[in-house]
């Protein structure tokens, strides 16, 4: 099966896009733009979401996962409906750089496909060590619970501004993180697999160390323009809520 994602895109278009948004991005840092009340806004945000994080955080598929509890047929359903987010998520990303690749900072949203690209990549090593085959990802059938993120996603992609998805996502890719490097070390620890096989969930558990500073420019800059904080603050409160109904979902095997 051919695995290049921008195919259905085409990615010259999606290069000519963000040659538009990195000179643009050059341009604005250098313009030395405060991004203090985006920085505000996040901080507050944190603090709002942190039971909600809290929740995420003591989710039981995790809990299980840690004491060995997670049967094999449950990580096969886990990679499964990472599986359809992850393909749903390359789309929407790619619809974020048609709209926002030639605005300022608009290379953070061709970051984020290519990003997905790599994920689904290392998913498959995860895959095959589970003894599945892209096929078998092909036909799993997901669970709506689990689903609800990548949904949430796409609607941001067509009706979001630049700065209720950087912010949503400046906010969820720590927590999603933070369990996926639970994952890994449970996974290497209690069930054997090798660091190759749980690439995966190490590629997520450690952000690049530009990403915080790269959404706040983003999100900086669509306040500049007029975005609304309440409604930033409704992307990252919804797309919070969705993770927690991914992970347990997961848990209900």
Do not use: C
């Amino acid at each position: 099966m051919n695995r290049n994602p921008f195919k259905t895109f085409g990615l010259a278009a999606l290069l000519l896009l963000a040659g538009f948004g990195r000179p643009a991005l050059a341009e604005a840092l250098q313009a030395g733009a405060s991004v203090e009340p985006a920085r505000q806004l996040i901080a507050q945000l944190r603090a709002e979401l942190q039971p909600v994080d809290d929740q995420i955080a003591y989710a039981p598929f995790l809990t299980a996962l840690e004491r060995h509890r997670v049967s094999l047929d449950a990580l096969r359903a886990f990679t499964g409906e990472q599986y359809n987010i992850l393909r749903s998520d390359l789309r929407s990303n790619a619809h974020m750089v048609s709209r926002f690749g030639a605005e300022p900072f608009g290379a953070f949203f061709l970051d984020l496909t290519t990003g997905e690209a790599e994920a689904r990549r290392l998913l498959l090593d995860f895959a095959r060590a589970l003894g599945m085959t892209e096929r078998d990802l092909q036909a799993y059938e997901p669970r709506p619970g689990a689903q609800t993120y990548p949904s949430y996603a796409a609607w941001l992609a067509f009706y979001g501004s630049k700065s209720d998805i950087a912010a949503a996502y400046l906010l969820n890719f720590p927590v999603f993180g933070a369990n996926t490097g639970r994952m890994a070390e449970a996974l290497r620890r209690r069930y054997g697999f090798s660091a190759k096989e749980t690439a995966f969930f190490d590629y997520f558990a450690f952000l690049p160390p530009s990403f915080e500073t790269d959404a706040l420019n983003v999100i900086q800059d669509g306040l500049n323009r007029g975005a609304n904080p309440r409604d930033i603050r409704r992307a990252a409160r919804l797309l919070q809520a969705y993770e927690k109904d991914f992970w347990y979902t997961v848990g209900q095997n």
